[in-house]
């Protein structure tokens, strides 16, 4: 079985050899292939850059990979790695994406701009099982909490075949807390918050330019939720099904 690892924080980020590492202990073999630099807000984008007509892909090193994973440093998108991953871009099409672990939780409605879920929804939508996972801090301190959870949802995840359970046409989105594995208080299935951690606010400035402000949302307003349980020491893991059609509304022909 192969496995890529790709993320939108770019090929330098620790948070590469998390999901890498855990991949190889479940006995896969592993490729690494993360945008140049950080992508972050890409969504599903499939922009790229070209030299000579080709996609610039350079080998280069993540921090903390065994030597012996081949890694590459990749002027994309990260979508665009897992789409060309699937037609072979990389070495023979992966059974397994892994995207991440993510500086900064990923949760709420806000994930459809998220370049990490974005590059697990592309994967997906060409048949390829895809698990994003991100650790809800700026700069993560404890990996190895996020290591334990990916470990026991990829298990999960690997099993979930001959146990009859339908992951076709879903991805995984793992949030986890920053907090030590003895102060983590588990790992729960949770509901998308309305929207996120962070939303923008937008106004006209006095020369009617437009003015754009991050601000962060309110953690405790939907306590259930994804946002809730991770701000209150949670683990969570939200399934998405892909883009599909949805006939329960009729819209009416023309001619």
Request: glycine share 10%; aromatic share 4%; proline share 7%.
């Amino acid at each position: 079985m192969r496995a890529l690892v790709t993320n939108d924080d770019g090929i330098d980020s620790p948070g590469l050899a998390v999901l890498a590492g855990a991949a190889l202990d479940a006995g896969y073999e592993v490729v690494v292939a993360a945008p140049a630099r950080e992508s972050s807000g890409a969504s599903a984008s499939l922009l790229g850059a070209e030299r000579d007509g080709r996609l610039a892909v350079e080998p280069r090193r993540a921090p903390g990979l065994p030597d012996d994973v081949t890694s590459y440093a990749v002027r994309a998108a990260p979508a665009l790695i897992a789409f060309v991953a699937a037609y072979g871009g990389f070495g023979p099409r992966p059974d397994l994406l892994l995207s991440g672990a993510n500086k900064g939780a990923n949760t709420g409605n806000a994930i459809l701009h998220s370049g990490t879920v974005g590059a697990a929804l592309s994967a997906m939508t060409h048949g390829i099982r895809s698990l994003a996972v991100s650790v809800d801090a700026a700069e993560p301190r404890h990996w190895d909490t996020a290591r334990l959870v990916t470990d026991h949802v990829l298990a999960w995840m690997d099993g979930a075949a001959s146990d009859g359970v339908p992951l076709d046409r879903r991805t995984l989105n793992v949030n986890v807390p920053d907090v030590p594995p003895d102060r983590l208080r588990g790992l729960r299935q949770a509901p998308l918050a309305t929207f996120g951690l962070v939303q923008a606010n937008i106004h006209e400035d006095g020369d009617r330019h437009l003015v754009l402000q991050y601000s962060g949302t309110e953690r405790h307003s939907e306590p259930d939720s994804d946002t809730g349980l991770l701000t209150r020491g949670w683990a969570t893991a939200t399934l998405l099904v892909a883009p599909y059609a949805d006939a329960t509304v009729e819209v009416p022909g023309l001619g």
